[in-house]
């Protein structure tokens, strides 16, 4: 199932046309999604591989503890840039040392004005687009603006741990105080305004996986 809604200049793509992988893209050269088919075989890993390419991306962080790509990457597309940066998505508290290695490594490779990031997990629901949510606030763009540019780009994005991710980023800004219970304030607005049955996401992702669409 694709869920990508834009392409890498921001304009749409018509109905049906597009890349097959399950990633979107979002803004400032980040994107986000899910991870490759491994469940369909090496041809539609490869199938996703090439529109992962095809749309300019250069590094993939992978937020996954339950499985990595790695090898598959390495060996077919060594150019790439990797990163095995695994987190569970149980709802727990992530932990400022998840963040620092997955936005370091995003940033790193954006000092290259070529390069472009995939965050993404499993289905791209929660541990990617949250991710993605932490290198757009390290890259200047305020908590309410990028919690709506993901929800744009992937409307099935819950961004379950934007919270964690906004309180590392206070923490590794220094925000004074004032502003960051500002932000808390707007982002807990964002998400009563914004709500999703993230429990019937995951059915529809799970149906798709199997080609059930009952």
Not at 14 to 34: E, K, L
Not at 159 to 169: E, H, P, V
Not at 182 to 205: C, G
């Amino acid at each position: 199932m694709s869920v990508r809604t834009s392409t890498s200049d921001g304009g749409a793509f018509p109905a049906g046309d597009g890349p097959v992988a399950n990633i979107s893209y979002i803004a400032h050269r980040v994107w986000t999604g899910g991870d490759l088919p491994s469940d369909l075989g090496e041809e539609a890993m490869l199938a996703d591989l090439a529109d992962i390419q095809d749309a300019g991306i250069t590094d993939i962080l992978d937020n996954r503890i339950e499985w990595s790509d790695e090898d598959f990457f390495r060996t077919h597309a060594p150019s790439l840039g990797f990163l095995w940066n695994g987190a569970d998505d149980v709802g727990q508290l992530m932990p400022d040392d998840w963040f620092d290695a997955g936005v370091g490594f995003a940033l790193d490779a954006l000092k290259d004005p070529e390069a472009q990031v995939l965050a993404h997990c499993h289905m791209g629901i929660n541990r990617g687009p949250s991710m993605a949510y932490a290198i757009l606030l390290a890259t200047g763009m305020e908590p309410v603006v990028a919690l709506t540019a993901i929800r744009q780009a992937r409307p099935i994005a819950a961004i379950a741990y934007d919270g964690d991710a906004l309180d590392w980023w206070h923490r590794a800004d220094g925000t004074p105080a004032s502003v960051a219970k500002r932000h808390r304030r707007e982002v807990a607005k964002w998400h009563r305004d914004n709500r999703l049955d993230v429990n019937k996401i995951i059915r529809m992702m799970r149906n798709n996986e199997t080609g059930n669409n009952e």
